[in-house]
């Protein structure tokens, strides 16, 4: 491993890629981290790769990609001379599911918004948001897909 001139300890690291120790220690288990080198103590050193391969993650993360993509796109970037075309592909993926999460969030936006204007107010026992809750059958869609990723 190409280190620092000072290795890196996990809670150094932690605070310069913005990622949590347990998260880095999660990271590892599941194989989208290497193994650190370790001193002779048995502590973790890290070095640059480490925190660029954090960063990686942590950006795809936030762009809703989910582990398994994230996975693919790491072994895709140790083939840095191969065609990108796997790369799109998982990009174009990505991007059909924010589409349908945005269109499922429309349909939940819209029914909020009726439950709301339907309730006058008054008591608990009258009111329209309670009522639709209890009765799916008063909604303006059949159903409410909802992604686990909201």
Do not use: W
Not at 29 to 41: A, F, K, L, N, T
Not at 50 to 73: C, T
Not at 116 to 138: K, P, Y
Request: aromatic letters at 4%.
């Amino acid at each position: 491993m190409a280190m620092l001139e000072k290795p890196m300890t996990i809670g150094r690291l932690s605070k310069a890629a913005g990622v949590k120790v347990t998260t880095i220690r999660y990271y590892e288990s599941i194989g989208v981290m290497s193994e650190p080198d370790r001193s002779e103590s048995g502590q973790r050193l890290y070095g640059d790769e480490a925190v660029q391969r954090l960063s990686f993650i942590r950006h795809a993360r936030d762009l809703g990609f989910p582990m398994d993509s994230i996975r693919e796109l790491i072994d895709l970037q140790t083939q840095p001379d191969q065609n990108c075309t796997a790369v799109d592909a998982i990009a174009r993926v990505q991007l059909t599911d924010v589409r349908k999460r945005l269109n499922q969030l429309e349909a939940l936006e819209a029914e909020l918004k009726r439950m709301i204007a339907c309730c006058e107010g008054d008591r608990v026992e009258t009111c329209q948001i309670i009522s639709t809750l209890n009765d799916h059958g008063e909604c303006i869609a059949e159903t409410h897909e909802r992604s686990s990723r909201f």
